[in-house]
């Protein structure tokens, strides 16, 4: 990982998409290879070592300072570039209480219990996606396995 390639997307997504990306995303070995990238250029004073960070910001395109989050559930070896203004939940059905056979509640075999199954139709959608980028086969020393 360079600052080279994170730029590069940010401008990526401004030059196909119009957009500008508002938020980072990725697995946390990539957010310590980030962090690692950037501690050359950490100045430290005498008396005063802090150590870790309150929160990973970048500083590359419009937008000020834009939040590098991480999940844990992301894949391995990709960062993900968001323009949220993008992104919403496409729904086909709210939330509901699944009544397959006529019955919002059923028996469990063999138990004396109860479940209800609750079910969401829609997923997570973008009306533009030009103002997404992803780079992908990043390599992070550490991964956890």
Known sequence: ?????????????????????NCILSH???????????????????????AGFAKLTHE???????????DRMAPY???YFLDL????VYAQKDFGWQA?????????????LWEA???????LGTDQANCTAKITNLQADGLIY
């Open 1 to 21: 990982m360079t600052e080279d390639i994170v730029q590069r997307a940010f401008h990526s997504v401004n030059e196909r998409g119009g957009g500008d990306v």
């Open 117 to 123: 199954r609750l079910a969401f139709y829609g997923n």
């Open 28 to 50: 946390h070995s990539l957010q310590r290879a980030y962090v690692n990238l950037l501690n050359p250029d950490r100045r430290f004073q005498p008396a005063v070592f802090n």
């Open 77 to 79: 070896n990709e960062l």
């Open 60 to 70: 590359g395109g419009d937008e000020g300072q834009i939040p590098f989050w991480i």
């Open 100 to 112: 397959l056979d006529g019955n919002t509640l059923l028996r469990v075999t063999n138990q004396d």
């Open 85 to 88: 203004r993008h992104l919403a």
